[in-house]
């Protein structure tokens, strides 16, 4: 019989227990729904456990964390940071509730724990789905402006420039957008 429980620190643990006897082995959040998720691949393991004996155990998720975040990935100094930030603070109050900033944790924790197999650290992981769950960005411009911005400006070659600054989300210098209109003056400007 299984049963899940949250301790007094706010970590959810699963109980099972078979023949008389029991394992208890925490689901490493305090995240309920990302319990549930996790709890049907966790309960697996410890049914298997108690059937076959101990076996080569996991390292806990917060443990795994630490390993992955020192390892050489190869990552840039923004990519750490980012990842550094994103999963402490789902070791310290569970999924975000931003849905853009959720589906980010999910898909960094979804990549620690594929990390964390292929190192030998897990056996295996269930991965918690929702990572490309998000809400896109939304456009700096309307649907007007990019239409004069791609339809109205003349000569061509120049028309090109601007969508290639566009699309590829380059700055022309330190402007900020105040309109359309500022923005080209100011490239025209310079040009």
Same mark, same amino acid.
């Given at each position: 019989?299984?049963?899940?429980y949250?301790r ?7 109980s099972?227990? $078979?023949q008389?006897?029991r ?11 990302t ?6 691949k ?5 049914y298997s456990q ?5 076996q080569?155990?996991d390292?806990?998720f917060?443990?795994l ?11 840039s ?6 990842n ?7 070791l ?25 197999v ?10 918690i ?8 960005r ?7 402006e ?6 109205g400006?003349?000569?061509?070659? $120049?028309?090109? $420039?601007i ?7 380059a ?6 957008r105040?309109?359309?209109v500022?923005v ?7 040009w």
């Open positions: 019989m299984a049963s899940l949250k007094p620190n706010g970590v959810y643990y699963l099972v227990s $078979f008389g006897e394992i208890s082995r925490s689901l490493g959040t305090s995240s309920k729904s319990a549930i998720t996790i709890l049907s966790i309960e697996r393991d410890i108690l059937l076959n004996g101990k080569k155990k390292i806990p917060k443990e964390v630490s390993k992955y975040l020192k390892y050489d990935h190869n990552w100094k923004s990519t750490l940071e980012i550094t930030l994103k999963l402490t603070n789902y310290r109050y569970g999924l975000p509730l931003n849905k853009t900033t959720k589906a980010m944790t999910i898909r960094i924790i979804n990549g620690c724990n594929r990390w964390g292929a190192q030998g650290y897990l056996q295996s992981y269930q991965k789905p929702g990572g490309s769950n998000y809400d896109p939304t456009r700096v411009y309307t649907r007007k990019l239409d004069i911005l791609f339809q400006v003349t000569p061509y070659h $120049f028309n090109q $420039f969508q290639f600054a566009y699309y590829s989300g700055r022309i210098g330190e402007i900020r105040i309109s359309t500022d080209l003056s100011e490239y025209i400007r310079k």
